[in-house]
């Protein structure tokens, strides 16, 4: 084993032979991505891209509590909070985003096969990093989430991309709309992670994975021989709520309907999950929903590139109004739990408002 290179204090490169190791180390902070830690995965990922000499990568979280909590949205709110001047405001973001939604893609296109261990939290820019891979393994302690209506903001880092190709029609934007934590068994059932591994066997697997790939000759051979590795079926994951809450998800959660009525009909249904969803609903930014909503049912179909371009425009977006601020103010700062969205209602939501966030007054990512 070469001796790991480091590019960031929260992130180690290693070396396992033909295996590029890459691990999210800022424990204390359930591995949030910083700006130096996505430059580093991406540098890393350059350089492998055309070195023979490595032919699959292996992406995991320091600790056993996160793959990845997500991005480090607390120092953008800190960079923006105080500023006036709505250019100012979102310049840290604009590289911010930009640099991760541009790493998101490497990892989308990426010619050799990645494998994210997504053991623990793998919610938000840390699904953004695990989503786009390969192999993604989750365990008894993956939870996954995309939580931004809760704090604000948008489900972005590409999962749009993710969430209009769930499993069964609802399940993506019951997931966008509620932002609410799901284990390894709903990952699975959706087609959000590929196999169930507990977490136990994840460094036998590790050991396993290096050694097949050591021994094939090429990056094809190689992806042949980890997914030889991995198990089938669930695993052991266990039962999926999603699953068997299907039929009320669909019934209710119709991407074609408006907003409004998808609650409305979630009001009057007699399933206690749908219920409980709807109690979920109401505490999240009215003009998050609403976007969010529209986001998913535009992007049908969109490629992953699409859904990144348009991510960098709702973000900057995002970053020139109230509620991003106000979200993380209650989540993370205050921690007051009361965050005070404006609009505090959907009805306050003009379909104009939320067509403004899509217009080309901002630019996309490849538009920079």
Same mark, same amino acid.
């Given at each position: 084993m070469a001796?790991?290179?480091?590019?960031?204090?929260h992130?180690?490169v290693?070396?396992h032979?033909?295996v590029g190791? *890459?691990?999210?180390?800022?424990?204390?902070?359930?591995?949030?991505?910083?700006l130096? $830690?996505?430059r580093?995965i991406?540098a890393a990922l350059?350089?492998?891209?055309?070195?023979?000499?490595i032919?699959a990568i292996?992406?995991?979280?320091?600790?056993d509590r996160a793959?990845?909590?997500?991005?480090?949205?607390k120092a953008?709110?800190?960079?923006g909070?105080?500023v006036?001047?709505?250019?100012?405001?979102?310049?840290?973001a604009?590289?911010?985003?930009?640099d991760?939604?541009?790493?998101?893609r490497?990892?989308?296109?990426?010619?050799?096969?990645?494998?994210a261990? $997504?053991?623990g939290?793998?919610m938000g820019g840390?699904?953004g990093?695990?989503?786009?891979?390969?192999?993604r393994? =989750?365990s008894?302690?993956?939870?996954f989430? $995309?939580?931004?209506?809760g704090?604000?903001f948008f489900?972005?880092v590409?999962?749009?991309?993710f969430?209009t190709?769930t499993?069964?029609?609802?399940v993506?934007?019951?997931?966008?709309?509620?932002?609410?934590?799901v284990?390894a068994?709903d990952?699975?059932?959706a087609?959000l992670a590929?196999?169930?591994?507990p977490?136990a066997?994840h460094d036998?697997? $590790?050991?396993?994975?290096?050694h097949?790939?050591?021994?094939?000759?090429d990056?094809?051979?190689?992806?042949g021989?980890i997914?030889?590795l *991995?198990?089938?079926?669930?695993?052991?994951?266990?039962?999926s709520? *999603?699953?068997r809450?299907?039929?009320a998800?669909?019934?209710?959660?119709?991407?074609e309907s408006?907003?409004?009525?998808?609650?409305q009909?979630?009001e009057k249904?007699?399933?206690?999950f749908?219920?409980?969803?709807m109690?979920?609903?109401?505490?999240?930014?009215?003009l998050?929903l609403?976007?969010?909503?529209?986001?998913?049912?535009?992007?049908q179909?969109?490629s992953f590139?699409?859904?990144?371009?348009?991510d960098?425009? *709702?973000?900057?977006a995002?970053m020139?109004?109230?509620?991003?601020y106000?979200?993380?103010?209650?989540?993370?700062?205050?921690?007051?739990k009361?965050?005070h969205w404006?609009?505090? =209602?959907?009805g306050?939501?003009s379909a104009?408002m939320?067509e403004?966030y899509?217009?080309?007054?901002?630019?996309?990512l490849?538009?920079l």
């Open positions: 001796p790991h290179i480091e590019t960031n204090p992130l180690r290693e070396t032979g033909s190791f *890459l691990t999210l180390d800022r424990p204390q902070a359930l591995n949030a991505l910083t130096g $830690m996505i580093g991406h350059d350089a492998w891209r055309d070195d023979d000499g032919r292996i992406i995991r979280g320091a600790g793959f990845c909590a997500g991005g480090d949205v953008v709110y800190e960079a909070v105080n006036i001047d709505p250019d100012a405001k979102t310049a840290i604009r590289v911010y985003f930009a991760e939604y541009r790493m998101n490497a990892l989308f296109h990426y010619p050799k096969p990645i494998v261990f $997504m053991n939290i793998a840390g699904y990093v695990a989503g786009p891979c390969r192999f393994i =989750a008894e302690k993956t939870l989430a $995309m939580p931004e209506v704090i604000g489900p972005d590409g999962s749009v991309y969430l190709r499993s069964s029609p609802g993506g934007l019951w997931l966008a709309l509620t932002g609410q934590a284990p068994s990952m699975l059932y087609g590929d196999v169930f591994v977490s066997d036998d697997l $590790m050991t396993s994975i290096i097949a790939v050591n021994a094939s000759v990056a094809k051979a190689a992806e021989a997914a030889g *991995l198990p089938t079926g669930n695993g052991g994951a266990g039962a709520a *999603l699953a809450n299907a039929e998800i669909v019934d209710v959660f119709k991407v408006h907003l409004e009525n998808i609650l009909e979630a249904s007699e399933n206690n749908i219920n409980e969803t109690r979920i609903v109401k505490t999240r930014a009215p998050s609403k976007i969010t909503h529209n986001y998913i049912h535009r992007m179909g969109a590139d699409a859904v990144t371009a348009m960098y425009r *709702l973000a900057i995002f020139r109004d109230h509620d991003f106000e979200g993380i103010r209650a989540a993370l700062v205050d921690k007051d009361d965050p404006n609009p505090s =209602a959907l306050a939501v104009a939320v403004a899509f217009s080309d007054q901002y630019p996309d490849d538009g």
